[in-house]
């Protein structure tokens, strides 16, 4: 070892020069201007990167595997660039692998969408037209039963009267079931001021093609017919008979 200000050659474990008397300890031969290392501060996990595995856990909703997308290359970037001071590495990868399988399997899932949806409302409406259908039925029973307890006023056209005999429930009461509406309409008698000797019923879908497609209509007579194109009026005109 050496006096680094005169060259003296000095013995090991000498702090000073014998020549110059130079301070040579450890602490007086650091370069001056230097400073301490700061210390190392604790990795934060990446925001995006717990974002992107977020909306890869969630593929019920359209646009979040996508943003599982988005945000897991936002947090790679992001962490490649933080020079050590982000984590989360792991985490983003893990979202863009939901991601992207989410968004492979989008394709089947619209197939699977597009195949049921219409054999659900088909179902649906099959379902409420034969609600429709039992309706009529029941409200043809319910007009013969009062006529018959208020034989000098015969039929009625009036819901209420039916109710509070109680021969029909509140649901069908209201004149709308299942998604059909119901009226008694065409009450009339054979003679002035007797009884009413006839009476009719029609159901027809509240909205057409997607609560019911056929309309049904009955009277007196207690048959039951429909008409295809929805309309309670044609059904009277021209109905075809259930079963035909």
Request: glycine share 10%.
């Amino acid at each position: 070892m050496f006096c680094p200000k005169c060259g003296t050659t000095l013995a090991e474990g000498a702090y000073f020069c014998p020549k110059c008397g130079a301070d040579n300890t450890p602490a007086a031969t650091a370069p001056t201007g230097a400073t301490p290392a700061a210390p190392a501060q604790p990795q934060q996990t990446s925001g995006m990167a717990i974002g992107s595995l977020i909306c890869g856990l969630l593929p019920f909703f359209i646009l979040t595997p996508i943003a599982a997308v988005v945000l897991g290359h936002m947090a790679l970037s992001q962490i490649k660039h933080s020079a050590g001071r982000l984590e989360g590495k792991g985490i983003a990868i893990a979202g863009l692998v939901l991601g992207y399988g989410c968004i492979a399997m989008l394709p089947i899932i619209l197939i699977i969408a597009a195949i049921a949806i219409p054999n659900l409302m088909h179902a649906r409406i099959a379902a409420n037209e034969s609600s429709a259908t039992a309706s009529v039925r029941s409200l043809n029973t319910a007009e013969l039963t009062y006529a018959t307890v208020h034989p000098e006023k015969g039929f009625t056209c009036s819901f209420d009267d039916l109710k509070s005999d109680r021969i029909i429930d509140e649901p069908l009461a209201s004149g709308s079931r299942n998604g059909y509406v119901f009226e008694l309409v065409g009450c009339k008698a054979e003679k002035p001021d007797g009884p009413n000797t006839q009476f009719q019923v029609i159901a027809y879908p509240i909205t057409k093609n997607t609560t019911g497609v056929r309309a049904f209509c009955s009277d007196q007579t207690d048959v039951i017919r429909y008409v295809k194109d929805g309309s309670g009026e044609n059904c009277l005109d021209h109905g075809k008979n259930i079963g035909e």
